[in-house]
């Protein structure tokens, strides 16, 4: 029961919050923007997506398009891999929070798992008493406890406000350089209009 309480209050400040806290305002905190990457720095190439944690079609990407791209592309040395948080809703903003906990191979582990499991815990969102069991679920396979989960939302922590501005912060840079859906990939700094997936990657990288 104290923990539904701690929750209810947590996420209750965070939503308001995200969508009371005018983007502009949060303009002076993109040079902080938390950079989630994989594959080597030199690689001629860099694919950036921006994507929402709730978001059906950054979940197919992420399921479906991505592992079949890391395995011949980002773990050869060709792509160099980096993800953008653009939060959508509660529920993504969220779960950007807690994936964010995470660096390095657990960050993309932690967020491949809440892709594969989308469902479970999206559809739990309108229940603060139920969501963050729902997130605990999925990520206590790798070893996440429920108090992490919960110091990853604590708006007492110097460090999750950090975070908070910057998911922010990625997000205000996507919609200036034209991110208006999600998701949205950018090859070497140019956008690509052209629906995404491991066979157009293919073709732009010959």
Same mark, same amino acid.
């Given at each position: 029961?104290?923990?539904?309480?701690?929750?209810?209050?947590?996420?209750?400040?965070?939503?308001?919050? /995200?969508? /009371?806290?005018? /983007?502009?305002?949060?303009?002076?905190?993109?040079?902080?923007?938390?950079?989630? @990457?994989?594959?080597?720095?030199?690689?001629?190439?860099?694919?950036?997506?921006?994507? #929402?944690? #709730?978001?059906?079609?950054?979940?197919?990407?992420?399921?479906?398009?991505?592992?079949?791209?890391?395995?011949?592309?980002?773990? +050869?040395?060709?792509?160099?891999?980096?993800?953008?948080?653009?939060?959508?809703?509660?529920?993504?903003?969220?779960?950007?929070?807690?994936?964010?906990? /995470?660096?390095?191979? @657990?960050?993309?582990?932690?967020?491949?798992?809440?892709?594969?499991?989308?469902?479970?815990?999206?559809?739990?969102?309108?229940? +603060?008493?139920?969501?963050?069991?729902?997130?605990?679920?999925?990520?206590?396979?790798?070893?996440?406890?429920?108090?992490?989960?919960?110091?990853?939302?604590?708006?007492?922590?110097?460090?999750?406000?950090?975070?908070?501005?910057?998911?922010?912060? +990625?997000?205000?840079?996507?919609?200036?350089?034209?991110?208006?859906?999600?998701? #949205?990939?950018?090859?070497?700094?140019?956008?690509?209009?052209?629906?995404?997936?491991?066979?157009?990657?293919? @073709?732009?990288?010959?």
């Amino acid at each position: 029961m104290l923990l539904n309480i701690k929750l209810i209050k947590i996420l209750s400040l965070f939503f308001i919050l /995200f969508f /009371f806290i005018p /983007f502009t305002n949060l303009e002076t905190n993109q040079s902080n923007n938390i950079v989630n @990457q994989l594959g080597n720095n030199s690689a001629k190439y860099t694919l950036v997506e921006y994507a #929402s944690m #709730s978001c059906v079609h950054c979940a197919n990407f992420h399921n479906n398009e991505f592992p079949k791209i890391k395995r011949d592309f980002i773990d +050869t040395g060709k792509i160099k891999f980096v993800y953008k948080d653009f939060p959508l809703d509660k529920p993504a903003m969220f779960a950007s929070m807690v994936t964010n906990c /995470f660096t390095g191979e @657990q960050y993309y582990e932690i967020l491949s798992s809440l892709y594969r499991n989308q469902e479970a815990w999206v559809t739990k969102s309108n229940n +603060t008493g139920t969501f963050y069991n729902a997130i605990h679920n999925v990520l206590k396979v790798h070893g996440v406890s429920l108090k992490k989960i919960l110091e990853c939302v604590d708006d007492k922590s110097e460090i999750n406000k950090k975070t908070w501005n910057s998911i922010i912060a +990625t997000r205000l840079e996507g919609q200036k350089i034209g991110v208006n859906s999600t998701p #949205s990939f950018f090859l070497n700094g140019k956008k690509i209009e052209e629906a995404f997936n491991y066979g157009l990657l293919k @073709q732009l990288i010959k």
